[in-house]
């Protein structure tokens, strides 16, 4: 039934429903990882501090889930599944490693669920990005990627991964002196969980002529991405909390000046160093160790950089 789904959403797409691709494909980019991953850098270094920590934590734990049940349930693609469904443009290139849960939605649950379950923002704002999560789940859906099933349970995933946060987030607040157990349970869960996809047993298909049709191995590449940004935010946190502390309690040019920085040397992080690193060190490894490297700069490295530069220079004007 849900492939029955895809190709009917898919001869609407070819047909009637064509002028919708695009913003579809508008939709899913709000879904991406890399996309996920600057907003919620800019809400912490920029906007809030705590909101956007909170976002990285829930994020943090969503992208453990996500690896957990993509390398436990094994499910393949949709066109890989039944040749019919043929993935609109290059909406392919995204779609990484084994199908369930959908990991776009689970970024979107992240990112936008992440708001729209915390009570201490407006109401309308809310139900946007409550609308957001849906439409970046549906997109996975319009434009053949991924089941219905996957965006469902995605969904359900992020959101209660977020509450759940919600509620960390606050038992922390009350006890600050628990953080570096938290910390503890997190690394430890997450080494858990490369250790579990390092060594199960993948599935083996083959096609009709012997080739084997999906790599576990390859599968689980984004597995270990998940862990090593969950390890990496974890350590980062603490590190900051601890020897940082930084704030964005902060002037307007400050934001902007933040802003600019940040997303200038992001990018030079991730489509500089990181693949630099990836190349260095090959397989699962390099994977972990790169993006490890990406978001312990994201949660420690430019805060401590922001704060001894800001520091430097109230110094030097005086204050």
């Not at 309690?249 to 600019?260: G, P």
Request: with cysteine; proline share 3%.
């Amino acid at each position: 039934m849900d492939i029955n789904i895809l190709l009917a959403l898919q001869d609407f797409r070819n047909g009637a429903g064509a002028f919708l691709a695009g913003f579809f494909s508008k939709m899913t980019w709000l879904g991406e990882l890399n996309t996920a991953l600057i907003i919620m850098a800019l809400l912490y270094w920029c906007v809030s501090k705590d909101f956007g920590a909170y976002l990285l934590m829930g994020w943090s734990g969503n992208r453990l889930v996500n690896g957990m049940l993509k390398v436990t349930v094994c499910a393949y693609r949709p066109w890989i599944r039944d040749a019919r469904v043929v993935p609109y443009g290059d909406s392919i290139t995204t779609a990484t490693g084994y199908s369930f849960p959908s990991g776009h939605t689970m970024n979107a649950a992240t990112v936008y669920g992440g708001g729209a379950v915390r009570k201490d923002l407006p109401r309308v704002l809310r139900i946007v990005l409550g609308l957001l999560v849906l439409l970046v789940a549906f997109s996975r859906n319009y434009l053949g990627v991924h089941t219905p099933q996957d965006v469902l349970v995605g969904a359900a995933a992020g959101i209660l991964v977020m509450w759940l946060t919600v509620k960390l987030m606050e038992w922390v607040k009350i006890h600050p002196e628990k953080d570096l157990l938290v910390v503890c349970i997190g690394v430890g869960l997450a080494i858990a969980v490369a250790i579990y996809a390092a060594v199960k047993p993948y599935p083996v298909d083959k096609d009709a002529a012997g080739k084997v049709l999906v790599e576990g191995a390859k599968m689980a590449n984004d597995t270990f991405k998940g862990v090593g940004w969950c390890a990496a935010f974890l350590t980062g946190w603490i590190l900051e909390r601890r020897f940082v502390q930084f704030s964005t309690d902060i002037s307007m040019v400050k934001r902007f000046t933040r802003l600019a920085v940040g997303l200038l040397s992001y990018y030079a992080v991730s489509l500089i160093f990181v693949p630099a690193v990836k190349n260095w060190i090959s397989g699962a490894p390099g994977t972990f160790v790169s993006c490890y490297l990406q978001m312990l700069y994201v949660a420690f490295i430019f805060p401590w950089i922001l704060k001894r530069f800001e520091k430097t220079d109230s110094e030097q004007s005086g204050f």
